[in-house]
């Protein structure tokens, strides 16, 4: 599965590293990532694995990290389409809407497939140039379990667990989900009893459930169109505009991909670096000179460029007017209004 799109880093996972004596600011500069995801936390796909990357590189034994969050993550900081699952009228209604609100989520899907007494749901990861740490694929599969324990009050025990990826050591794992661990599979996945997802959560909630509902349904609907590639190179490029001069190559290394896939992306997206970087540059101008307290030769230092005098050609190329005329027009406007 390749998607050309960026993930929400999920709230209170940062709640929850803290709990484990885990510092956001080491993890992220371990990641080498901007500090801003902390407050800003849209990322791309390869920086969401990285993040985890950095947080497996920090423990010391990844098979017992991988039980951590989903034990120690409160009901409370449960992301509304996760706390929609939790109260839900059942284990099987719990699954069914993390598998349809996942993508709000981190980057991996859920297929659940029934076949005889069993249910296996299946983990599908996006598609990048680098490898889904193991430690998520362990974490996302062990809370998958946690949920309906959390949610029905009994120790449901899973009929097996396997993993493409191979471990040191399994029996940490083997005793939290009280099955065989299978390591080297073809798929990753947790099997259940179907008769386990038969039973009733004693967190539902029919009331909460109506109002949460049609407002995931709506953002899904929304996020579907939006985070694209186009999106978030611009962001970086707003970001980074001051100063210096920006290249392909930086902003891929930046999106941890080859500057050959990000000109794929983008060119799936009818655009391209150089146009992406005007736009950039126009938009940004446009906001700071409509700060009256920015001098033009300021705003043109803030959106790259060394002199003033290619500023100006450059804006009245995007506007068909000076800088100070666009100003001036516009602070007349706004006293208007």
């Given at each position: ?273 150089k146009e992406l970087l005007k736009e950039a540059r126009h938009e940004q101008a446009r906001q700071y000179l409509a700060n009256p307290s920015l001098d033009i030769k300021e705003v043109a230092f803030l959106v790259g460029y060394k002199d003033q005098s290619s500023f100006y050609r450059a804006f009245r190329s995007w506007e068909g007017e000076t800088p100070l005329n ?12």
């Amino acid at each position: 599965m390749t998607e050309n799109t960026c993930v929400r880093i999920p709230d209170g996972l940062w709640t929850g590293l803290k709990k484990l004596g885990i510092n956001a600011h080491d993890l992220v500069q371990k990641a080498k990532m901007q500090l801003t995801v902390i407050t800003e936390p849209i990322v791309t796909v390869e920086q969401y694995y990285a993040l985890w990357q950095a947080y497996s590189d920090t423990i010391d034994d990844m098979e017992a990290g991988m039980l951590q969050l989903p034990t120690v993550f409160e009901t409370t900081h449960y992301p509304p389409p996760v706390l929609v699952a939790y109260h839900a009228r059942n284990y099987r209604d719990a699954l069914e809407r993390m598998a349809r609100y996942k993508e709000m989520c981190p980057p991996e899907k859920l297929r659940m497939i029934e076949e005889g007494t069993n249910c296996a749901i299946e983990l599908e990861f996006f598609d990048t140039e680098q490898a889904v740490p193991p430690l998520l694929v362990g974490t996302t599969l062990a809370f998958l379990l946690e949920l309906g324990r959390r949610g029905t009050g009994y120790s449901i025990k899973a009929r097996s667990v396997e993993f493409t990826q191979s471990f040191n050591q399994v029996q940490a794992l083997e005793e939290y989900f009280g099955c065989p661990i299978h390591i080297g599979a073809e798929r990753n996945r947790l099997t259940l009893e179907k008769s386990d997802l038969n039973r009733p959560f004693t967190s539902y909630n029919s009331e909460l459930l109506g109002i949460l509902t049609p407002v995931l349904e709506k953002t899904l609907e929304e996020q579907r169109h939006s985070h694209s590639t186009t999106e978030i190179v611009k962001w970086i490029m707003k970001r980074n505009l001051t100063g210096k001069r920006l290249d392909i190559h930086e902003t891929a290394s930046e999106l941890r991909m080859s500057e050959r896939t990000l000109q794929r992306r983008l060119t799936e997206e009818n655009t391209s670096f150089k146009e992406l970087l005007k736009e950039a540059r126009h938009e940004q101008a446009r906001q700071y000179l409509a700060n009256p307290s920015l001098d033009i030769k300021e705003v043109a230092f803030l959106v790259g460029y060394k002199d003033q005098s290619s500023f100006y050609r450059a804006f009245r190329s995007w506007e068909g007017e000076t800088p100070l005329n666009w100003r001036a027009e516009h602070a007349l406007i706004k006293e208007l209004h």
